[in-house]
């Protein structure tokens, strides 16, 4: 499974491809925002310009804002052919992407998702919520498909309750409600089940796209994001530090370094 990190700050994104584990960077509006806040405003065409230098040819994920498909499709020729010099852009389109100011829902995603792809411009489908939203986007060529693993754990723990946090670890098996029955939404209990189901549908036909899965909150989910079979995960930056750090593995390096005798210190002379 290959890691993505899932920011618009150029700093974490620095200092995580410094360690040399990353694959690519997903953004989004929000994502954008926050990044723009913690500058104090910035010229965001130029900022963009930059996350794409700084992520060394690898994948990243620009989003459209349209509701329909031609708004869609024509934005993401616009963030194509404005960025593509600078790194290997690829347009993010939301799957079920608005309501209009008459309530009116757009299902224009996918038809955008194959207008784009059929002219070969990769395109990461996003808002996943179900196994069926990624099973038609990937019919409808989408190269990457973006499961909101973290998102349906937030749902689901709504409906529980407010005993768990954004970022605890939440069962993949799922949970109960108060009458013993476990909690789902359209059939699933978890954030990684939802992985889960749309790597069997995947392997069930032969599709070439590439689960991306999204929303991860903590190390533990991304463990079971792999075991699930996500080809990518994207991980926020304090998620990627918590899987690297263990109390046990700093206990270790303090009683290696209180061993250092002066003869092994030469053997570095
Ligand atoms: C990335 O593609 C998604 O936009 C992102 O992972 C969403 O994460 P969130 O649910 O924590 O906002």
Do not use: C
């Amino acid at each position: 499974m290959k890691i993505f990190i899932d920011t618009a700050d150029l700093a974490e994104i620095k200092d995580a491809f410094s360690w040399g584990i990353v694959e690519g960077i997903t953004t989004n509006p929000s994502l954008m925002k926050k990044a723009q806040d913690k500058q104090g405003g910035t010229n965001l065409e130029e900022y963009v310009k930059k996350i794409l230098v700084a992520s060394r040819g690898t994948p990243v994920s620009l989003e459209v804002l349209g509701g329909t498909a031609e708004e869609m499709y024509a934005q993401g020729k616009k963030l194509y052919s404005k960025f593509k010099n600078y790194g290997a852009v690829v347009i993010k389109i939301p799957v079920n992407p608005s309501v209009d100011d008459n309530s009116k829902v757009h299902y224009e995603g996918l038809k955008a998702t194959k207008m784009l792809s059929e002219e070969n411009i990769p395109v990461n489908v996003t808002l996943v919520m179900t196994p069926e939203q990624a099973l038609l986007a990937a019919i409808a060529g989408a190269t990457y498909v973006s499961p909101f693993a973290g998102r349906i754990d937030d749902h689901l723990r709504k409906q529980r309750g407010k005993e768990f946090g954004k970022l605890d670890y939440f069962n993949k098996h799922g949970i109960k409600d108060s009458k013993g029955n476990l909690i789902t939404d359209t059939g699933l209990v978890s954030g990684v089940h939802l992985i889960n189901s749309i790597a069997s549908i995947f392997r069930n036909y032969n599709f070439k796209t590439q689960i991306l899965a999204a929303s991860t909150r903590n190390a533990r989910q991304v463990r079971e994001i792999a075991e699930a079979g996500a080809h990518i995960a994207t991980i926020p930056f304090p998620v990627l530090k918590e899987m690297i750090h263990h109390h046990k593995t700093l206990e270790g390096m303090k009683a290696f370094t209180d061993d250092i005798v002066p003869e092994y210190r030469k053997l570095f002379e």
